[in-house]
């Protein structure tokens, strides 16, 4: 994975130097001429500005996404479309922000038309050179397990991450090896000849943690846990994330407190019934507590008992109100109450109903490890895999694992910036 990281720093050094091309092309198109060093420096401060915004976007859009590449005529849409959304912005940071001392039109437009082009350009090349290189070499034991196998083919259909999973060992520049096969004293011997002889070993739950950004919940023991997870470690990175926390939600409360009034008219014109809905979510710890949000349904909505189904577009318990609440999450303001109260976090895993969670905790082990942190209006689950019914839970909780495992301040930023995409495209709810 370290050449999969070196592949995404060369894409974003890629870009930057790309960028300052488009504008000193766009400069001399502009005025017929090499720019002059008083008309380059003019323009270069507000332009590192507006290109580190831009960089922003590409990451909210998913542009550094090695892993998750699209089709060639796909990702050329998304570029073309990223980089409309970043001139637009750019465009009224422009004319509101007077610090730039800038308001360019003309340049603008020749810049970011050349850097759209130039952009698709350098990532068909990258990626072009990524699929035709030269792969590591990757040996699966446990081929006969379902999640190896299944992972196996899941590098074999993405050859830009640079490995090629092969079924002799001796053709292997890695060695992939379960946790079983660590505790085979007669098997450890031989995989230590094999790292003597050059090769690498690498445990799976390591290698497919980095790949994938989750971890494989059915392939790990309890020991497991015992060497990833502590807690101390993290104390001063909680005690900072809880600062945050109370900032965000005073930051929120203010437009929450403004638009309350008129969420509360909406929902009582559309619908019968109370403005806020109440419903008991298991935190930190196991405790119960009570979520508090705009209430986006017909009163009557769960008169059959709990349903974990994710809402289809045509549920008709929705109420028209309501459905443009959830599009654009205004239902889940009031919650900035609970962030207060200590009880919610902005970053975290989903807070699932008392009743879902002790039939989870009977079917899915290690389900109880989720308590370990405070549940999340957002999360690297919610971003990563958008489902939400029973099924899906598994899966939710290998990427919860991940981040109670890794939880930083950086990682946080990450969710926060992606959580922007998944509430512009309006998935995940």
């Known amino acids: 994975m370290v050449g999969n990281r070196l ?11 790309l960028l300052y091309l488009s504008l000193f092309a766009a400069l001399t198109i502009r005025y017929g001429s090499v720019p002059s060093e008083e008309l380059w420096k003019i323009h270069a401060l507000p332009f590192f500005f507006i290109y580190l915004l831009w960089m922003i976007i590409f990451y909210i859009a998913g542009l550094y996404e090695i892993e998750k590449f699209i089709s060639f005529s796909e990702l050329r849409n998304r570029i073309f479309k990223t980089m409309a ?15 730039f001392g800038i308001t360019p039109k003309t340049n603008l437009f020749i810049d970011v038309s050349i850097a759209a082009v130039l952009l698709w350009l350098w990532r068909k090349m990258f990626f072009n050179h990524a699929i035709k290189s030269r792969k590591i070499k990757i040996f699966f034991f446990g081929k006969d397990i379902k999640e190896i ?20 060992i001796k053709f292997a520049d890695i060695i992939i090896i379960p946790e079983e096969i660590r505790d085979d004293g007669e098997m450890a011997r031989e995989l230590y000849e094999m790292a ?5 070993i690498i445990p799976f739950d390591k290698f497919y943690e980095t790949v994938m950004g989750k971890i494989p919940v059915s392939l790990i023991s309890k020991k497991w846990f015992l ?13 900072t994330k809880r600062v945050f926390d109370v900032v ?40 119960v507590f009570e979520i508090v949000k705009f209430r986006s349904m017909v009163a009557d909505a769960e008169k059959n008992g709990a349903e974990w189904e994710k809402p289809g577009k045509n549920d008709r318990r929705i ?8 599009k654009t999450r205004i ?6 109450w609970n962030v207060l109260k200590g009880e919610l976090s902005f970053v975290g895993p989903r807070p699932e109903r008392p009743e879902f969670v002790r039939e989870l905790e009977e079917r899915i082990p290690h389900y109880s490890m989720r308590y370990l942190v405070k549940p999340g209006l957002t999360g690297w689950a919610q971003i990563n895999f958008s489902e939400a019914a029973a099924k899906d839970a598994p899966e939710k909780l290998q990427y919860d694992l991940y981040y109670i495992k890794n939880r930083s301040i950086l990682l946080e930023l990450m969710i926060l910036l992606k959580t922007t995409m998944v509430v512009l495209s309006r998935k995940g709810k």
Do not use: C, H, W
């Open 7 to 17: 592949r995404k720093i060369i894409l974003l050094a890629g870009d930057i130097a």
């Open 85 to 99: 959304t970043a001139g637009a912005l750019t465009v009224l940071l422009f004319y509101l922000v007077p610090f």
């Open 149 to 168: 196998s299944d992972f196996s083919e899941y590098l074999y259909q993405r050859p830009q991450l640079g490995y090629d999973p092969v079924s002799f």
């Open 196 to 200: 003597l002889s050059g090769k690498t």
């Open 227 to 239: 060497g990833n997870l502590s807690e101390i470690s993290k104390q001063n990175f909680e005690k």
């Open 248 to 287: 965000m939600a005073i930051a929120f409360a203010v437009p929450t407190i403004i638009i309350t009034p008129f969420a509360a008219i909406a929902i009582k014109l559309n619908s019968s019934g109370q403005v806020f809905y109440r419903q008991k979510r298991v935190g930190k710890n196991g405790k």
């Open 319 to 326: 109420t028209f109100v309501g459905n443009i609440f959830r």
């Open 331 to 336: 239902d889940e303001l009031p919650q900035i």
